[in-house]
């Protein structure tokens, strides 16, 4: 063997033999434009290039050896914990130019399909409703890596990817470089992964401001103070403890359906009385979120979206209502509907469109159309026919969202001359 | 500016018995740089932590100045953790990106204008200010995020292993570069690091962690000439010190064929735990390559020559004519030695060469406690 051949080693839980081609001897700075799935040049703390493989997009981020497999532990960590997270896909090392010069390690993850950066979302044309569902769906992040232990060190747009969620968003975390898993967060910790998230927040969309590619009218410190709020507010309603009268005892009930309401099961409830037995203190202790996600998954098998499948759920009991199968046992009903109504109904978007959107979001936005459609006839419009003109006017004006990857807009300008945007105003034909 | 008083500051993780950090007492002065640094696991992340309102302290106090900030929250504290992040807004001017803290904060814009100068003059960036940070180079990049963490003017900075991202060449220039900042400020900082070559280079005063446990807080020079105990003998200095447990005969640490005498006191501070033994090390540059046949002289049987121009150091084995060989511990292994041998008069791999401790030069601890001697 030639002194200047390069020795790799791949950590990966199922590796994948294409990731053998991919040019390793070269800086990831300096991989062929062939070889990319994408042409980022953004200013971040290390070198992150999409890449594809075997048919999928991977990023690749050259990083410290030790660095990378650290993180890479944390994500495997994070998705054992059912936390929202990139997948990681491997770590390798023992990379060498033909020169014999050692090059850095790389992490290698899986790109979220039909994710999006933030900063294709706050567009100009950012409405103020999407600024506040990106916040909620933060929020909601970082209370559930909270409630799991992990402090992440470093919250900001930037390191977190957006997925539709019918009406929603869904907020996943990509970069755990900084993090820490720990048995329960201290007060402290949480406080400051906050601030942490709040500056940070208002640095990206001052940013995104001076590029000119947020109005400068938007109150970006208002944004971030926005998450803090919504933070606390879904903190206190997950951990408080709330203490009532014995004969009150419905409240125990009614804080369980208020933590389903807000996608949350309660896998332990801690109920303790005073000694007389006059006052009775309740306080969640183990919540799992995914409460409509996994019932829709046990009913139909799905997998989707919290608020996707909150939205299914409420078109199946429709169905059910209408179908006037209220007596029999729901996983039946759940199967004809997913035959009968869904299945159907998404076939209906033809194979060159199927990149557009994940098939319950089209769904989501089937039944927003069928809606719309219905007002304005005055009449219900059956489901076929709400298909056949949603493909025809709604879906083709789409933006394909598999793979928009995290390319900054002003780096992409310079060689395309546009700025991929994803107009919110599409949304309801 | 403030000191930072760590007064008998306990933390125990929920679920674990022993501290992670036990009964730490530790005064850093106004303006001093202090080091924290041991093995993996030794508590001092979590020192830092504690300071910063990361982790809570579960006995003991902390003070920053005369201000008891044990229950302040993190951003309360006038503290800035440093080099956490240093993503840069690719839009912004150099002088936002660093004064866009205090723009959140509300101060008045000239207010700001005047710290981002001050901070740019003592990072040699005055000329970069109104540019974006595409125009910087990886280094100019570093100091713009160091900026940021300065216009804020806090009481102290916080760094935890800053450099472990970095490659090998970068890390050694930005080591550099942080200490004369830091000088050049005058902010009390709190630094973390495993590796004792980065304590040693850039601190004040150095303190070691194990166990949870503060093993010794002193200067650089003390560390490595007085070092308190065995670990801090063992842990300071590159490449390391040479340890070995030998017993006491006749008024003499007993090195197989070799001798090494003890004074009076020494051998009367001994104590029952020591068994009659005595733990001497020495370091790699307090022996002499002697004559062989010179009496006291130790065979060591060289195995491999490290030659760094300035130094050269032979990593060698000892014979059985050593006593206690397999007693004797170094950087290079169990049964190995590291001395360090003129440059220009390298001996051969597979040769043996006879040494000689330098007389007091050697380092005496407590066979029993590990606790220094003389």
Known sequence: MSPTRQRLQITAATPDPALLDLPWHIPLEEWPAETLAALPRGISRHIVRFARLSGRVIAIKEIGETVAYREYELLRQLRRLDVPSVEPVGVITGRRSPEGEPLEAVLITKHLQFSLPYRSLFSQSLRPDTATRLIDALAVLLVRLHLAGFYWGDVSLSNTLFRRDAETFAAYLVDAETGDLHEQLTEGQRAYDLEVARVNIIGELMDLQAGEFLEEDVDAVAIGNALAERYRELWRALTEVESFGYGERWRVQARIDRLNDLGFDVGELDITSDLDGTTVRIQPKVVESGHHSRRLMRLTGLDVGENQARRLLNDLDEYRAATDRQAEDESFVAHDWLTEVFEPAVRKVPREMRGKLEPAQIFHELLDHRWYLSQQQHRDVPLNEVAKSYVKHILPNRPDEQSILGIQPGDLRDSTDTIPTIDDDQLIG | MATVTFDHATRVYPGTERPAVDALNLHIEDGEFLVLVGPSGCGKSTSLRMLAGLEDVNAGRILIGDRDVTDVQPKDRDIAMVFQNYALYPHMTVADNMGFALKIAGTPKAEIRQRVEEAAKILDLTEY??????????????????????????????????????????????????????????????????????????????????????????????????????????????????????????????????????????????????????????????????????????????????????????????????????????????????????????????????????????????????????
């Open chain 2, 129 to 374: 200010l109104d540019r974006k940070p595409k125009a910087l180079s990886g280094g100019q990049r570093q100091r713009v995020a160091m900026g940021r963490a300065i216009v804020r003017q806090p009481q102290v900075f916080l760094m935890d292993e800053p450099l472990s991202n970095l490659d090998a060449k970068l890390r050694v220039q930005t080591r550099t570069q942080i200490a004369s900042l830091q000088r050049r400020l005058g902010v009390t900082t709190v630094y973390v690091t495993h590796d004792q070559t980065e304590a040693l280079t850039m601190g004040d005063r150095i303190a070691v962690l194990k166990d949870g446990l503060l093993q010794q807080v002193g200067t650089p020079r003390e560390m490595y000439d007085t070092p308190a105990n065995v670990f801090v003998a063992g842990f300071i200095g590159s490449p390391a010190m040479n340890i070995g447990t030998f017993p006491v005969l006749d008024g003499h640490a007993s090195l197989g064929r070799s001798r090494v005498p003890l004074t009076r006191e020494v051998i009367s501070s001994l104590t029952e735990d020591d068994k009659n033994h005595i733990t001497l090390g020495f370091r790699p540059e307090s022996v002499d390559v002697v004559p062989a046949g010179t009496p006291d002289a130790v065979p060591v049987i060289v195995n491999i020559v490290e030659e760094l121009g300035s130094d050269a150091f032979v990593y060698g084995s000892l014979t059985n004519e050593f006593g206690g060989a397999s007693q004797v511990h170094s950087g290079a292994g169990d049964a190995q030695v590291i001395v360090r041998v003129d440059p220009r008069q390298v001996p051969a791999k597979g040769e043996t060469v006879a040494i000689k401790i330098r007389p007091g030069e050697q380092h005496l601890f407590h066979a029993g406690s590990g606790e220094r001697l003389a």
